[in-house]
Nanobody, 121 residues
Framework: QVQLVESGGGLVQAGGSLRLSCAASGTIFSIKNMAWYRQHPGKQRDLVAL???????NYADSVKDRFTISRDDAKNAVYLQMNSLKPEDTAVYYC???????????????WGQGTEVTVSS
């Protein structure tokens, strides 16, 4: 079993910055894609940013040039640096990881519990 634990959410004024962290623990052989999603109240969960095991990154248009995703494979961790925050970035942010738990095994999708980000105007 694998657990993802997020941290770093909170309240910040518009224009400010926050850094989200997510650490995976448990039975981990390797991790493929790692990503951050967010969910606004009453809306579906949307992809914010993704980083592959090879370091390729992809961002939602709404956060390009403001957010940066990175990963530390030695720590099984993924980070989201969020700059120039806007009120519309207010949401619950979820960490996601595609984890392979044994050699030649299939990957499984895991989610963190979510961390709340509130940006005041």
């Amino acid at each position: 079993q694998v657990q993802l634990v997020e941290s770093g959410g909170g309240l910040v004024q518009a224009g400010g910055s926050l850094r989200l962290s997510c650490a995976a623990s448990g039975t981990i052989f390797s991790i493929k894609n790692m990503a951050w999603y967010r969910q606004h109240p009453g809306k579906q969960r949307d992809l914010v940013a993704l980083v592959t095991s090879g370091g390729f990154t992809n961002y939602a248009d709404s956060v390009k040039d403001r957010f940066t995703i990175s990963r530390d494979d030695a720590k099984n961790a993924v980070y989201l640096q969020m700059n120039s925050l806007k009120p519309e970035d207010t949401a619950v942010y979820y960490c996601n990881a595609q984890v392979v738990s044994r050699p030649w095994g299939a990957d499984n999708d895991y989610w963190g519990q979510g961390t709340e980000v509130t940006v005041s105007s």
